[in-house]
């Protein structure tokens, strides 16, 4: 699956689109089409050694896209953990609506 995460900066929005990723639904709204009544929320696993710079009050959508800001639907990012030690490195990161 692919995620978007966008990060507020002064200038802006800057937007880092990853392929491939792990996401698990933990409500069952459902998250693609923008209804998210049911406080949805999602844990995404990136598997990767490196340190992306995703934080926490960042946004995400589930698809690859390349807008400027964060649709209404997106999810906030409430807590990511870095685990890069071992063999399956990854960045887990938790996501409400």
Known sequence: MNVTF??????????KVFKGVKVRILNEA???DGSNE?????VIRIFTKENYGIF??????FYA?????????S??????HYN????????KVECVC
């Not at 966008?6 to 937007?15: I, L, S």
């Not at 049911?38 to 999602?42: D, E, G, P």
């Not at 071992?86 to 960045?91: A, F, W």
């Open 30 to 32: 459902d998250i693609f």
């Open 84 to 91: 890069t030690n071992g063999i399956l490195s990854h960045i």
């Open 6 to 15: 966008f990060h507020k900066t002064k200038q802006g929005y800057v937007t």
């Open 56 to 61: 926490t009050l960042d946004r995400c959508v």
């Open 65 to 73: 896209t390349d807008e400027k800001e964060p649709p209404k639907e």
């Open 38 to 42: 049911n406080k949805s929320s999602a």
């Open 75 to 80: 999810f906030a990012v409430k807590s990511v």
